[in-house]
């Protein structure tokens, strides 16, 4: 069973940076898609971007494409989400998950949830 961890939330004014990371224990994902998602309050979590397992494919949602870059550390079990340029409607909670399904690549399939970190983007 993987379980996962996010850190690096917090606040941060607009058109500040935050890096997100997530570690991987009880068995490696190395072979899986790695995935962030979020979700704000009153909204339905949305998908925010995909790494394939050996990093060469990246997705992302078109409203990050540009200000967010994922990257993962196979060897550490991580994976990361730097996130520059924020802006308010950035503000949820930011979960990371592994891609199992086939369908990772349109963010579907996911599963072993962290519990999520807040990330709060003021004007």
């Known amino acids: 069973q993987v379980h996962l961890v996010e850190s690096g939330g917090g606040l941060v004014q607009a058109g500040g940076s935050l890096r997100l990371s997530c570690v991987a224990s009880?068995?490696?994902?190395?072979?899986?898609?790695l995935g962030w998602f979020r979700q704000a309050p009153g909204k339905e979590r949305e998908f925010v971007a995909a790494?394939?397992?050996?990093?060469?494919?990246?997705y992302y949602v078109d409203s990050v494409k540009g200000r967010f870059t994922i990257s993962r550390d196979n060897a550490k079990n991580t994976v990361d989400l730097q996130m520059n340029s924020l802006k308010p409607e950035d503000s949820a909670v930011y979960y990371c998950?592994?891609?199992?399904?086939?369908?990772?690549?349109?963010?579907?399939?996911?599963?072993?949830w962290g519990q999520g970190t807040q990330v709060t983007v003021s004007s």
């Open positions: 998950a592994v891609g199992y399904g086939p369908s990772w690549t349109a963010g579907k399939g996911f599963g072993s």
């Open positions: 009880g068995r490696t994902v190395s072979s899986y898609a």
């Open positions: 790494v394939s397992w050996s990093e060469t494919n990246t």
